[in-house]
């Protein structure tokens, strides 16, 4: 079985998931490392040239070319956006949400206007937090509230909750 990690950009997905794998002697994925290496480029660069629908669908396109066993992969914070990228990350696996505070996530992320984070012009960090949480919620088979826990006791968390 996969984990699949979703979330906002700087809840953790990649380092929670990097423990998870360790602690499950499981492989790791980061989606966004596979379009970047795919591509050529990095996301705010893809963002920049093509717009965000266009970057969805490139986003959608790489999970869904995607085939692994026995892996945890750490999504883009926009993968769940399409249903394209909602239904792709759902064959891989159980998708499991790392929920945070708005605050809590606005404060890790110091770098908006480079890190490739999917939103439109004029829109505040609140706002697309706003608008995701719901989706999030939505698309979660298991739900993780990380606030205030370390990345070993996150990734100790998701194993209790998916009972394997």
Not at 18 to 28: D, E, Q
Not at 42 to 57: C, K, T
Not at 141 to 155: H, P
Request: aromatic share 4%; net charge neutral; proline share 1%.
């Amino acid at each position: 079985m996969n984990i699949v990690l979703i979330g906002m950009p700087g809840c953790g997905k990649s380092s929670v998931g990097k423990r998870l794998a360790g602690i499950r002697n499981m492989k790791f994925v980061d989606t966004d490392t596979l379009i970047e290496k795919k591509t050529g480029k990095n996301l705010q660069r893809i963002i920049n040239e093509v717009g965000n629908a266009e970057f969805l669908r490139i986003e959608a396109e790489a999970i869904a070319s995607l085939e692994c066993e026995n892996c945890v992969v750490a999504s883009g914070g926009s993968a769940v956006l399409t249903v394209e990228g909602e239904k792709a990350l759902g064959r891989l696996g159980v998708l499991v949400y790392l929920r945070h505070s708005c605050e809590e996530i606005e404060s890790r992320v110091k770098n908006l206007s480079t890190r490739g984070v999917a939103m439109d012009v004029g829109q505040t960090f609140r706002d697309v937090y706003n608008y995701r949480v719901e989706i999030y919620e939505r698309a979660a088979d298991i739900i993780v509230d990380c606030e205030k826990l370390s990345i070993y006791e996150t990734a100790k968390l998701i194993i209790e909750k998916i009972g394997t």
